[in-house]
T-cell receptor
Framework: KQEVTQIPAALSVPEGENLVLNCSFT??????LQWFRQDPGKGLTSLLLIQSSQREQTSGRLNASLDKSSGRSTLYIAASQPGDSATYLC??????????FGIGTKLQVIP | SQTIHQWPATLVQPVGSPLSLECTVE??????LYWYRQAAGRGLQLLFYSVGIGQISSEVPQNLSASRPQDRQFILSSKKLLLSDSGFYLC??????????????FGSGTRLTVV
């Protein structure tokens, strides 16, 4: 059974700092990995999707990497802003129906 | 790109009352559709998924049921709500083509409080 862990559970940083969020998974036989952002009381917004054949994906100030062999993914946020404050979740897909979510990292960026 | 419409945004229902949450999808055809529940401080729990009209798979035995009467419509129901049904319910669509999975799109969620 796939298990997904996100560390840290919460993170508070000053504005402008670069930061890294971690996601680890136990079964390396994955299809893809997706990073989401969730604002309080809202749905999940997709940030980046990395297919199993890819090493990284970039979108603006966000960069996500994937190392299947070690069961790890990182989400790098450059020059953090208060608007980046949210909970970030990773989801690991083992197929069309087998998707496992982490509990998330709650990020607070302090002005 | 896909858009998922989910309503209502919030709902307060008494114990024992029925429930109907609706989700519709735009911008794609024949998607896989999912209902998730998110409890405070916990991860997303998959409740039901559907790969086509009338095809429903249940992941967790419970007080809820799901139906897919149309290709882009997914409904979550209950005949009698329990206090434990309270939570944040999310509808999701999985986009795929040619054997490749292009990731989930989520609706904005429904906050259900059973009182």
């Amino acid at each position: 059974k796939q298990e997904v862990t996100q560390i840290p559970a919460a993170l508070s940083v000053p504005e402008g700092e670069n930061l890294v969020l971690n996601c680890s998974f136990t079964d390396s036989a994955i299809y893809n990995l997706q990073w989401f952002r969730q604002d309080p009381g809202k749905g999940l917004t997709s940030l980046l999707l990395i297919q199993s054949s890819q090493r990284e994906q970039t979108s603006g100030r966000l960069n996500a990497s994937l190392d299947k062999s070690s069961g790890r993914s990182t989400l790098y946020i450059a020059a953090s802003q208060p608007g980046d404050s949210a909970t970030y979740l990773c989801a690991v897909s083992g197929g069309y129906q087998k998707v496992t979510f982490g509990i998330g990292t709650k990020l607070q960026v302090i002005p | 790109s896909q858009t998922i419409h989910q309503w209502p945004a919030t709902l307060v229902q008494p114990v024992g009352s029925p429930l109907s949450l609706e989700c519709t999808v735009e911008g794609t055809s024949n998607p896989n559709l999912y209902w998730y529940r998110q409890a405070a401080g916990r991860g997303l729990q998959l409740l039901f998924y559907s790969v086509g009209i009338g095809q429903i798979s249940s992941e967790v035995p419970q007080n809820l049921s799901a139906s897919r009467p149309q290709d882009r419509q997914f409904i979550l129901s209950s005949k009698k709500l329990l206090l434990s049904d309270s939570g944040f319910y999310l509808c999701a669509s999985l986009q795929f083509a040619g054997g490749s999975n292009y990731g989930y799109t989520f609706g904005s969620g429904t906050r259900l409080t059973v009182v």
